[in-house]
């Protein structure tokens, strides 16, 4: 299996597998308040990590990872405000007016609504097979949406996950764009910039602390959900580039779904089962995708972990020991061959 793909499905259960646990607390913590102990959770367990790592490889000369730079920080921020303030807050309202199995697989939403903003406005390549499946997952999503509109009114729960879906969506794209990056430092700082923003707004209106065994569930659900499976999606952006990531991320919301029907004993109706039909099919599409063509890699200066493959045939300017993977500026010549690719850091060409 390809290493992106991997990435990106255990992104894909990491979070599919929060959103039912999430469900249980909601009823306990306001829907802000929980927003950010998820993000702090996940924010103090990457830092954890963080620091582990830099005592444990801190006599390595060459590093198997690339700190953020200045130029990353704008994007950073802007996925931050997107992805890690709003898009938490309007999905745990939606969970306090949605059953969790449905609205997991509204989740599917976020893969749509990323793979849009990939083509259309950062210009990633797309052919017919992976379009078609987006179309199968949108009509799912209508469905989901309407099955659970009010007697009278509008569906609010349905439309608050959706907005999340495409506040992660811009999040996504604008991450992708710093994923050459450490992913851990990357998702650390984000947990911890959202989740204390989100904490602050709570506290601000007024919303009490829960005790510490409830503030200790939501931050390891935090971790597991938001923290890790923000480290393998940006490591999957790398390798797969967004809106195919966004699509394999895609099978997040079945496994939400399935443990929301154990966990909740929620009775799905029969448009649940339609759309759940619908969403595999086009997730199938995805997942059987090859793309293959002549291609030219131009000139390009970057610093990203590598290891000396076809991409990767330069020179040293300092002792090198032969470890790989490892972390220095090096330059791309013009180099024109074809393989199997993926849009990943390497091949973000026109076609």
């Known amino acids: ?52 790592r830099k005592i444990g490889t ?29 898009g938490p807050l309007l999905l745990m309202i939606g969970l306090t007016l949605t059953p969790a199995s449905s609205a997991s697989l509204l989740l599917n ?36 949406s309407w099955n659970e509109r009010p007697a009278l009114g509008v569906p609010w729960g349905a439309i608050a996950i959706v907005g999340a879906c495409l506040c992660w969506a811009i999040d996504n794209n604008l991450t992708r764009k710093v994923s050459a990056s450490d992913a851990v430092q990357t998702a650390g700082i984000k947990g911890l910039v959202a989740g204390s923003v989100n904490l ?5 209106l007024g919303y ?43 099978a997040a919301p079945f496994v939400g779904a399935a443990l929301s029907l154990i966990m909740l004993g929620e009775t799905p109706g029969l448009v649940f089962w339609i759309a759940a039909v619908l969403m ?7 997942l059987t995708e090859s793309h ?8 390009m200066d ?13 020179q040293h300017d300092f002792a090198w020991d032969g470890t790989e993977p490892h972390v220095h500026p090096h330059l791309h010549g013009v180099l024109r061959h074809s393989h199997k690719h993926y849009p990943d850091i390497h091949h973000r060409h026109d076609h």
């Open 208 to 250: 009490e602390l829960p005790e510490a065994k409830t503030a200790f569930t939501a931050g390891v659900v935090g971790l597991s959900g938001y923290g890790l499976s923000l480290v393998m999606f940006v490591l999957a952006l790398r390798h797969l580039g967004t809106a195919r990531t966004g699509a394999y991320f895609s």
């Open 280 to 286: 595999g099919a086009g997730i199938w599409l995805h």
């Open 302 to 314: 970057h610093t990203h972990a590598h290891r000396h493959d076809e991409h990767h045939q330069h």
């Open 200 to 204: 602050g707004l709570a506290l601000a």
């Open 1 to 52: 299996m390809h290493s992106g793909v991997f990435y990106a499905l255990m992104a894909a259960v990491l979070f599919g597998a929060s959103t039912p646990f999430a469900k249980t607390l909601v009823g306990q913590i306001a829907p802000v308040t929980l927003a950010g102990l998820l993000y702090l959770g996940s924010g103090l367990g990457l830092l954890a990590w963080f620091v582990l």
């Open 109 to 144: 939403m976020e893969g749509v609504l990323t793979a849009l903003l990939a083509w259309f406005v950062f210009k990633e390549n797309f052919d017919q097979r992976i379009f078609a499946g987006m179309v199968l997952i949108v009509v799912a999503g209508i469905l989901l």
């Open 292 to 299: 293959e063509h002549d291609h030219t890699h131009e000139t």
């Open 58 to 86: 801190r006599n390595n000369q060459l590093s198997d990872v690339a700190p953020l730079t200045k130029p990353d920080l704008p994007w950073l921020a802007g996925a931050i405000v997107a992805g890690g303030i709003a």
